[in-house]
Structures are given as C-alpha cells and as structure tokens.
C-alpha cells in the first residue's frame, strides 16, 4: 500500500508562486508515472502535469494552460514529487491531488492541498 501526502499549498496573490510537493511512503516499485491533477468548484479534475521515467531519463508533459509556468520533478531519494508553480494566475486555484499511476490496479491518490491564487 502507498501513502501519498501533499504539502505547500496557500493563499498567494496572482503573479506569485508556490511549490507542492508530494511526499510517499510504501512501495513506488508498481507506479509507472506520477502526477498532479487540479480539481476546481464545479469543474472535473484535470491532469496539470506528469513524468514518467524514474531514471535518467524522464519525460514531463503539462496542460496548455500551465506550460512555461509550471514544473514537475521527482527526487527518488526522498520519494518526493514536486511542481513548481509560477506565475500563478487566479484560474489556477483549485485542490491539487498527487497521482501515481500503477502499472496494473486502481492509480494511488492523495488528499490534496488547496491552493487559491487572488487577483
């Protein structure tokens, strides 16, 4: 069973940014990609970003929306995934969820943690 725990979320003003991070605990041998995932009043969850990859070499992807603003990274030393928010704007609010994608069976998920960017 695996554990995701996300942290960094927060009140900031537009323009500003925050970092989240995503921390697991239990066995990551079974995850094939992980993620942020944004969930907004009345809106469906969408994916913000992935990575995939837990070598040298990783590939991230990113919604439209927040490409050159946002950036995932993962520490396999401390089991951490992180995403770098700037320049945030205030369409970026919403609950954020960490995802690990599982090669087989359901994906794991985290809590999530708020973030809320004012104008």
């Known amino acids: 069973q695996v554990l995701l725990v996300e942290s960094g979320g927060g009140l900031v003003q537009a323009g500003g940014s925050l970092r989240l991070s995503c921390a697991a605990s239990?066995?990551?041998?079974?995850?094939?990609?992980v993620g942020w995932y944004r969930q907004a009043p009345g809106e469906q969850r969408g994916l913000v970003a992935r990575?995939?990859?837990?070598?040298?070499?990783?590939?991230?992807s990113y919604a439209d929306s927040v490409k050159g603003r946002f950036t995932i990274s993962r520490d396999n030393a401390k089991n951490t995934v992180y995403l770098q928010m700037n320049s945030l704007k205030p369409e970026d609010t919403g609950v954020y969820l960490c995802?690990?994608?599982?090669?087989?069976?359901?994906?794991?998920w985290g809590q999530g943690t708020q973030v809320t960017v004012s104008s």
């Open positions: 990575l995939t990859g837990t070598g040298v070499i990783r590939r991230a």
């Open positions: 239990g066995s990551l041998s079974d995850i094939n990609a």
């Open positions: 995802n690990g994608e599982r090669r087989t069976g359901p994906d794991y």
